[in-house]
C-alpha cells in the first residue's frame, strides 16, 4: 500500500513561489500516474494538475496554467508541483494523489474516482 507525505507548502506573499513536495512509499510509485488537488475553505476539492507515470502526458487546471509545473522523479519516489505567481485565490490544502493508473485522459485525470491513494494535504497561502 502506497503511503503520500506532502510537505513545503507554507506562507508566501503574492507574486511569489512554492515548490510543494509529496514522497511516496511503496514500488508502485514508477508506475502510476500522479495528480495534484486542492480544496479551499467552503470549496469542493478541485484538480490542480496531473502526471502519467512515464510524464509524457501532462495536464493542469486553466487556473494554473501557465503558472504551475508538475513533475515526477521515479527515482527518488517523489512528485513535485512547483507554483509560480501565486495568487490570494491560490490559498488551500493541496493533497497529492496516486492514480490507480498508468495512464489516462483528461477527463479521468480531473476526476477523484482515477485516484486510490492520498495524502494528509499541505496548507498554502497566499497573502495579497
Known amino acids: 500500500q502506497v503511503q503520500l507525505v506532502e510537505s513545503g507548502g507554507g506562507l508566501v506573499q503574492a507574486g511569489g513561489s512554492l515548490r510543494l513536495s509529496c514522497a511516496a512509499s511503496g514500488r508502485t510509485f514508477s508506475s502510476n500516474a500522479m495528480g495534484w488537488f486542492r480544496q479551499a475553505p467552503g470549496k469542493e476539492r478541485e484538480f490542480v494538475a496531473s502526471?502519467?507515470?512515464?510524464?509524457?502526458?501532462?495536464y493542469y487546471a486553466d487556473t494554473v496554467k501557465g503558472r504551475f509545473t508538475i513533475s515526477k522523479d521515479n527515482a527518488k519516489n517523489t512528485l513535485y508541483l512547483q507554483m509560480n505567481s501565486l495568487k490570494p485565490e491560490d490559498t488551500a490544502v493541496y493533497y497529492c494523489a496516486k492514480a490507480a493508473y498508468s495512464d489516462y485522459t483528461i477527463s479521468l485525470a480531473r476526476t477523484e474516482k482515477a485516484y486510490d491513494a492520498w495524502g494528509g494535504g499541505t496548507q498554502v497561502t497566499t497573502a495579497s
Open positions: 502526471i502519467t507515470w512515464n510524464g509524457r502526458n501532462i
